[in-house]
């Protein structure tokens, strides 16, 4: 089955975490403060392979730039993306790299929802923290 851009075209709910393996139990503050990043997340095709991309928080974002590999049965749509902090913004500067895959679509699931998901790297140093962070972060179709 071949694959396009498309397949992850449109907009989705983002969520990235810090890759603590402690687990939190039914402590709510400690599940909370997993959570390194969430925002608004779209992607817009370009081309078969080629897409653009807007990471919006609230008070900053970032411009994505990605592309994508053919995805079959057996292997899910990979996807690579540079994220780019905004000229003039409290994100300019920034830059971050994505590497992620369409989450499996369960033949018999009930109500799934698309999802991606993958990891993530800060390429460059901002706001006194260093390049090189990693988290993971999953994305579902809003």
């Known amino acids: 089955m071949a694959s396009s851009s498309s397949d992850?075209?449109?907009?989705w709910t983002y969520r990235s975490f810090h890759n603590d393996p402690k687990l939190v139990g039914d402590n709510q503050k400690a599940a909370l403060d997993l959570i390194f990043a969430e925002a608004n997340l779209s992607f817009e095709p370009v081309s078969s392979t080629?897409?653009?991309g807007w990471l919006d928080w609230?008070?900053?974002?970032m411009d994505l730039k990605g592309s994508m590999t053919q995805g079959s049965?057996?292997?899910p749509v990979a996807f690579s993306i540079v994220g780019y902090g905004r000229p003039g913004t409290s994100t300019d500067g920034w830059e971050y790299a994505y590497n992620g895959c369409l989450a499996y679509t369960w033949p018999n699931g009930d109500r799934q929802v698309p999802a991606l998901v993958g990891t993530i790297v800060r390429v460059k140093p901002h706001s006194g923290k260093p390049a090189g962070y990693t988290a993971s972060f999953i994305a579902v179709k809003a």
């Open 58 to 61: 609230t008070g900053g974002g």
């Open 50 to 52: 080629d897409f653009l």
């Open 73 to 75: 049965p057996d292997t």
């Open 8 to 11: 992850i075209s449109g907009k």
